[in-house]
Structure formats: structure tokens, C-alpha cells
């Protein structure tokens, strides 16, 4: 796939042609996966470049508070030094705020697209409880199921709290147990008992079952979204 730099808008000669078709050649490749229902990576990746573009036009520090872990210091310092270079030319500067305006608007029609899609499937997702859950669902299991299949995609999963700007984020950590074949005999109970006899480490684990109507791309969509659907689920206060 084709793939924009961090500073790609500010790399080598600043022309607004030149700009614009690096950007549409790039956002015709990510419209290709979403039309092939694949929103992973490239959604995240588009918004990072949209709220680089913002960031960089709002003259603050590029992403140092958002995405701390995508550009180092040196980066950082050279954007910077790079912007105020920039603001002593008129011409340049005129150039660069065309190209960003420009490129937010594209970007963010992108964006749109593949947050309608992430909202259809995700409307299409149906997620309880196997079962009784424990009083601790901080770490168990997830059943994953789609359309008519039969197979039962079965992960381990781990909440976990962390702190940014004073403000508490959940976020939670997969690991890919077994695929179960599902039939009479071999129900979501069943598979939650042959998960307990067979995994020693979680005696009593609090176990989940997310369920999508439609068939979706399992890494690049469905996995991704039922994770978060997830988090969220936890999240809600017991009523």
C-alpha cells in the first residue's frame, strides 16, 4: 500500500500540484480498502495525518500530546525549526496553507467514509455474557462469530487502566486461543467448560460472546472493532 511520510506536506519542494497528487494517489489506495471493508490500518492511519495537518496549521507542537510515540524529539525540533522558517516567507507560507487546506478537506471526506463503515458493522455487532460472569471481568475470554459460520474464533483477553493527562483509558490486550467448530453438542457452554477444564489459569473466567450479522475482513475490521466494542461493553457501569 502506498504510504504518506509524518511530514510529507512539508518534504521537498512545497507545490501544490505535486502535494495534491502524492495525496489523492495515496487516499485512492486507502478508498480501496475501504471498499473491500478493510478500515485496519489505514483509518488510523489517515487520522493521524489529519490531525497532523491540523496541528501543524494551529502552530503547536506536532502530536507531542496525541501521539507521543509516533515522532521523536528530533522530529519534533525539526518540524518546528521548519514551521518557523516557513512563517518568514509569505509566498512559501501561502503555499503550505493551500496544500493544507486542501488536504484536510480530502482527508476528512475519507475519514467520514470509513467511520460510516466502522458504524455499520459495529451496529451490526451483538455482545453478552456466556453464562455467569465473575465479579472480576478484568480478564476471561471472547467468543467471535460471523454471519452463518459455525466457527467460534476464541481469544483470551486482559483489561487495563493507564493514565494520560490526568485522564484514566481502558485498554485491552488479545491473545488468539482456538477456532471451535459450533453444533448441538458443542455450544458456547460447551466451549466455556472445555475452556476451564483445559486452561487451568482462569478457573472461573468471565467469558463473553460478540456476534456480527455479516461476514467482515477478520484482522483488518471485525476483530479491531469487537475489541473496542468490547472495552466499551465492559466499561458500562452494572446496573
Known amino acids: 500500500m502506498?504510504?504518506?511520510?509524518?511530514?510529507?506536506?512539508?518534504?521537498?519542494?512545497?507545490d501544490f500540484?505535486?502535494?495534491?497528487?502524492?495525496?489523492?494517489?495515496?487516499?485512492?489506495?486507502?478508498?480501496r480498502f475501504f471498499g473491500q471493508n478493510k478500515l485496519y490500518p489505514q483509518l488510523a492511519d489517515?487520522?493521524?495525518?489529519?490531525?497532523n495537518l491540523v496541528h501543524f496549521r494551529e502552530n503547536k507542537k506536532i502530536l507531542q500530546d496525541q501521539f507521543p510515540r509516533k515522532l521523536t524529539g528530533i522530529q519534533l525540533e525539526k518540524l518546528q525549526l521548519?514551521?518557523?522558517?516557513?512563517?518568514?516567507?509569505?509566498?512559501?507560507?501561502?503555499e503550505l496553507e493551500q496544500i493544507i487546506h486542501f488536504s484536510t478537506n480530502c482527508i476528512k471526506k475519507v475519514i467520514d467514509e470509513g467511520t460510516d463503515i466502522y458504524e455499520f458493522v459495529e451496529s451490526g455487532l451483538s455482545i453478552g455474557p456466556v453464562g455467569l460472569v465473575p465479579l472480576d471481568n478484568q480478564e476471561g475470554y471472547f467468543f467471535l462469530s460471523q454471519g452463518n459460520s459455525?466457527?467460534?474464533l476464541v481469544y483470551q483477553y486482559r483489561l487495563s487502566i493507564f493514565e494520560k493527562h490526568d485522564e484514566q483509558y481502558r485498554s485491552i490486550?488479545?491473545?488468539?486461543?482456538?477456532s471451535?467448530?459450533?453444533?448441538?453438542?458443542?455450544?458456547?457452554?460447551q466451549i466455556k467448560s472445555d475452556l476451564i477444564k483445559q486452561y487451568k489459569s482462569l478457573p472461573n473466567p468471565a467469558v463473553y460472546l460478540i456476534e456480527s450479522k455479516l461476514k467482515?475482513?477478520?484482522?483488518?475490521?471485525i476483530l479491531p472493532i469487537a475489541k473496542r466494542s468490547l472495552v466499551r461493553y465492559l466499561s458500562q457501569p452494572a446496573a
Open 2 to 14: 502506498k504510504t504518506l511520510s509524518q511530514t510529507w506536506f512539508t518534504e521537498g519542494f512545497i
Open 17 to 31: 500540484e505535486l502535494k495534491k497528487y502524492t495525496l489523492l494517489a495515496y487516499l485512492q489506495e486507502v478508498n
Open 46 to 51: 489517515i487520522i493521524f495525518h489529519y490531525n
Open 82 to 94: 521548519l514551521y518557523e522558517q516557513i512563517i518568514e516567507d509569505d509566498e512559501l507560507m501561502r
Open 150 to 152: 459455525k466457527d467460534t
Open 173 to 178: 490486550r488479545t491473545t488468539f486461543i482456538a
Open 180 to 189: 471451535w467448530y459450533r453444533d448441538l453438542v458443542n455450544t458456547y457452554e
Open 216 to 221: 467482515y475482513p477478520l484482522e483488518e475490521t
